[in-house]
């Protein structure tokens, strides 16, 4: 078996990408294509960070006439990169989960628990993360905890979901410091129903400066505008739930409930 058959082979048995396996040595993905083709070959110190990253020889990996394929020991290996100056171990799971690894730490991770620099996973931690339950600079999942997330359900600085929540959010249920959605709870928000200090709603808006159709306000000197109703302070909860059943559709009832909670 050649050089370029036995990389490839030992690459895809332990579930590594070229691109993967490119950035842990320090190469371009299209380097390892052709160490794998047989169209170049890696120098010396390339073939024995091999040997490490695959827990083989470098006579297995050189000589044609070996052929055994070397047996690994334990349920991981551990291959050190450096990241900014600083050194990293890559630590992956030899079982798998339909067909990824069941955790895999690395540079670019991939597996059912991912931890890495870019990760994806079912669970992903990362600087970019993407997952079912994903956490990082940048992530994108279901589940979304990040600097900037994406998600069903997402917290950040810079929220966008179904629920987002972050100094600035964007969702059908948004909160923080700016926020935008269906119901939108915050600073400044605007939506349907906005709550908060600076609100603009198109059915209602609570707040100490707010414009809706029915607009209300917190304190005898807050600023409202109604262009159906109006009032300060010590409103009719009553009144407003039944002006609410007058002017909001149906399909939005399940908001409707929400926003009353305030009143």
């Known amino acids: 078996m050649k050089f370029g058959e036995k990389l490839s082979k030992l690459r895809r048995d332990q579930n590594y990408t070229q691109e993967q396996l490119a950035d842990i040595l320090g190469v371009s993905r299209q380097t390892v294509s052709k160490w ?96 079912v339950i994903s956490i990082g600079l940048a992530s994108l999942g279901v589940f979304s905890i990040g600097l900037a997330s994406v998600g069903l359900l997402s917290l950040g600085v810079i929220a966008v979901g179904l629920l987002a929540a972050g100094s600035f959010a964007a969702g059908i249920l948004a909160a923080g410091a700016v926020c935008t959605g269906i119901v939108s709870l915050g600073a400044i928000a605007s939506g349907d129903f906005a709550i908060g200090a600076l609100t603009r709603g198109k059915y209602l808006a609570l707040g100490d400066n707010a ?43 399940w908001a409707k409930a929400i926003a009353e909670l305030f009143l």
Not at 44 to 72: A, H, Q
Not at 212 to 236: C, H, K, P, Q, R
């Open 36 to 131: 794998e083709s047989g169209g170049a070959y890696p120098e010396t110190e390339k073939i024995i960070r091999l040997s490490e990253i695959f827990g083989c020889t470098t006579d297995y990996l050189l000589k044609d006439s070996v052929d055994t394929e070397p047996k690994i020991d334990g349920e991981e290996k551990a291959v050190t990169y450096c990241i900014s100056g600083f050194s990293v171990k890559e630590r992956k799971s030899e079982k798998t989960v339909f067909g990824m690894p069941l955790w895999h730490i690395g540079r670019n991770a991939r597996g059912f628990i991912a931890v890495g620099k870019s990760a994806r996973g079912v669970i992903a931690i990362g600087l970019a993360a993407r997952g």
């Open 211 to 253: 414009s809706a159709m029915i607009a209300l306000g917190f304190y005898d000197d807050s600023v409202v505008v109604g262009t159906l109703f109006s009032a300060l302070e010590n409103w009719d909860s009553e009144q407003i739930k039944q002006l609410l059943d007058e002017i909001v559709p149906s399909y939005l009832n």
